[in-house]
């Protein structure tokens, strides 16, 4: 399936949960926030959502700084 993760164009396997997403581009335990099409998913969901073809994804994370 062809999905948008912030802001880029990518490729999944049809059916992966957002969990299996964040951990295939190497930042699962970084991501602090998602949200799909605008509407936040909630980190207990996360293992369980699966976007859809078309979808925006929104992956946050807070960077410390001065």
């Known amino acids: 399936m062809n ?3 912030n802001g880029e164009e990518r490729k999944f396997e049809k059916g992966m949960t957002l969990e299996q997403i964040m951990s295939e581009l ?3 335990g970084k991501v ?3 949200a799909v099409n605008m ?3 909630k980190k207990e969901e996360w293992e369980s959502f ?3 073809e078309g979808d925006r994804i929104e992956l946050l994370h807070f960077v410390g700084g001065g």
């Open 39 to 41: 509407q936040v998913v």
């Open 26 to 28: 190497g930042v699962a």
């Open 3 to 5: 999905v948008t993760v």
């Open 32 to 34: 602090m926030a998602a």
């Open 50 to 52: 699966s976007p859809k």
